[in-house]
């Protein structure tokens, strides 16, 4: 009976630390060029549009009507972690855009302020601290956007990016207000172009030099008698 407490129990602790050890919630987004896999357990949800043109190609997210804050408050919400992934027979590169915007703003009695923070990284490399503070669209007006686009220099081509710790932070005074709208959004651009393709002349050439080497290879072994 000893044995049988003791096996159960045992299972019950591996059930808990594989419970514990699991993601939240993890989803995943396939495209032509890319795989995205993402935490949809923010405010933020699912991915909500992808597109681009040429050789750009784009993803994100739009908020959620609860990324907002009013009157005197500080609020800060978890933007999706997310890894980018190529696709096989395409190649990632060039700059890496991340755009978060556009939030409207109510000032009329009081002020606002938005920033945001996050680390991205190439290729599992060190990561990137990015983020900052949001832009106001009209410095002078009770009412404006704030938004932010920052553009980060990749490693030239890459196979995969990460984003964590991604964090919106929103504040408001007195009667001011940021509140939600259509168009807000996290918007990621970057670079896919397909992979090229060996010419048949490579291919003769690689045929060629496997079979030299299949040659000397021959030569060397001891001739049985």
């Known amino acids: 009976m000893k044995n049988v407490v003791h096996v159960l129990r045992a299972a019950v602790i591996g059930l808990a630390l594989t419970a514990a050890a699991a993601p939240v919630s993890a989803a995943t987004a396939v495209f032509d060029q890319y795989t995205v896999d993402y935490d949809d357990s923010t405010s933020f949800s699912g991915i909500s549009f ?18 907002s804050v009013t009157g005197t408050g500080i609020a800060s919400f978890e933007m999706p972690s997310f890894t980018v992934t190529r696709n096989s ?22 002020v606002t302020t938005a920033s945001t ?36 220099s990749s490693p030239g081509n890459f196979d995969s990016m990460n984003f964590s710790g991604g964090v919106l932070d929103l504040t408001a005074e007195g009667t001011a207000a940021i ?47």
């Open 89 to 110: 027979g395409w190649v990632l590169s060039g700059d890496v855009s991340v755009f978060v915007g556009n939030l409207s703003y109510f000032e009329l009695g009081g």
């Open 50 to 67: 992808s597109g681009g043109g040429g050789n750009l190609v784009l993803f994100g997210w739009s908020f959620s009507p609860s990324v």
């Open 179 to 225: 509140t939600a709208n259509p168009q807000n959004v996290l918007r990621i651009e970057f670079y896919a172009t397909a992979a090229p393709i060996p010419e048949p002349g490579s291919y003769i050439m690689l045929l060629a030099g496997l079979g030299m080497i299949g040659m000397m290879v021959r030569r060397r072994m001891p001739q049985r008698r």
């Open 117 to 152: 923070s996050g680390n991205l990284s190439f290729d599992g490399g060190v990561p990137l601290s990015i983020g900052g503070a949001l832009d106001k669209s009209a410095p002078s007006s009770p009412l404006g956007y704030w938004s932010r686009t920052e553009t980060l």
